[in-house]
């Protein structure tokens, strides 16, 4: 069995010390939390401060985004040198990054490699948006991505990785999408593709969370499903109380409980 990942993604939200603040509460109400994997990956500027608060917590850290390249004139950007050792893992590809900043699959597949081979654990998201999910493109742009992420990524390193599956008209929309809809094109358009590019065990092996407006009430029914193995949340990872609510419920519906 899968263990459980959830990991809270706070986008451009929180200063240095709004920051300490948060994740020094959630420590506190995550005490004593086994068997599941949990992060919270905060801007840039706040990720030494909020690892020097997770000092003896088995909470994990990751950035939410990077450069391929280790050093270089690319103004504004922060290279997988810089975040090797000051955090576990690394978003990779999130829409926002993609329809916001103009990332490519091209540089996420770059960006995949550079960060397998500084140690940092990737969570590459993947996610159709409102037209073409109407237009009932949603397994061939995901499976897509998939397939150009994982370009010339060895099996034994692949199974590291992380998948997020965000529908985009989920994100911060308050509108979910279905748990048995998640996880079907999850199959389809995730495990099948990896299977496809790899093999079962590979397909089996990496995990698959789902996000899109994952809330306290909400997240029994996305991780209750047998391919959906965790969330990344967005919204609610900015309070103690819910994200600690989504990490024991979630938990606990992944557990069957
Ligand atoms: P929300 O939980 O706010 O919808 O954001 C999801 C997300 O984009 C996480 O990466």
Redesign the pocket.
């Known amino acids: 069995m899968r263990k459980a990942f959830i990991a809270g993604?706070w986008k451009m939200h929180k200063t240095v010390s709004e920051a300490v603040d948060l994740v020094t509460a959630l420590k506190g109400a995550l005490e004593g939390v086994e068997d599941c994997d949990v992060a919270v990956c905060p801007p840039f500027v706040a990720l030494d401060p909020v690892r020097g608060s997770l000092e003896g917590s088995t909470i994990g850290l990751g950035a939410q985004n990077m450069h391929w390249e280790e050093e270089g004139a690319f103004t504004g950007a922060v290279s997988p040198t810089m975040l090797q050792g000051m955090c576990d893992y690394v978003i990779l590809g999130?829409s926002e990054r993609r329809t916001i900043f103009g990332e490519t699959d091209e540089w996420i597949n770059k960006k995949l490699h550079a960060a397998l081979s500084h140690g940092l654990l990737p969570i590459v998201?993947v996610g159709e948006n409102l037209e073409q999910n109407e237009a009932g493109e949603t397994v061939a742009v995901c499976g897509g991505q998939v397939r150009a992420a994982f370009e010339d990524v060895a099996a034994d390193r692949a199974v590291e990785v992380t998948i997020?599956y965000?529908p985009i008209w989920?994100?911060?929309t308050g509108v979910p999408a279905h748990g048995e809809d998640a996880n079907d094109i999850i199959r389809r358009a995730i495990r099948d593709v990896l299977a496809d590019l790899y093999d079962e065990d590979v397909a089996e092996a990496i995990r698959v969370q789902y996000?899109?407006?994952?809330k306290p009430h909400n997240v029994v029914e996305f991780l209750s499903q047998k391919e959906i193995d965790g969330a990344?949340?967005?919204?609610?990872s900015l309070k103690a109380d819910d994200f600690s609510e989504i990490v024991k419920k979630g938990l606990a519906a992944h557990l069957g409980e």
């Open positions: 993604n999130h998201c997020a965000e989920a994100i911060g996000g899109g407006s994952v990344l949340v967005g919204g609610a």
